[in-house]
């Protein structure tokens, strides 16, 4: 993962800290984002138009949604 790598997500969150236990378990550099839940950021929703849920990876301009598909992609990168 060469690329910038953004994680929009809340730190109360399992969903989110489960991803960021595995960026940290693989050594990847990842700028957090912290989302207010009940008033959620544009790019949210830009991201995740459908469902407005966190946690979100953005990999190179991709956005990936869902912790479990996150830590699949994360594993397989």
Request: with cysteine; aromatic share 10%.
């Amino acid at each position: 993962m060469a690329d910038e790598v953004k994680l929009h997500g809340n730190g109360l969150s399992p969903f989110s800290c489960r991803v960021v236990w595995a960026l940290k378990l693989k050594g990847i550099p990842y700028e957090f984002v912290q989302e207010n839940l009940p008033h959620k950021s544009a790019l949210l929703l830009h991201y995740n138009p459908v469902y407005e849920t966190i946690p979100v990876l953005v990999h190179a301009g991709n956005p990936i949604c869902d912790s479990m598909i996150i830590l699949h992609y994360i594993d397989q990168t």
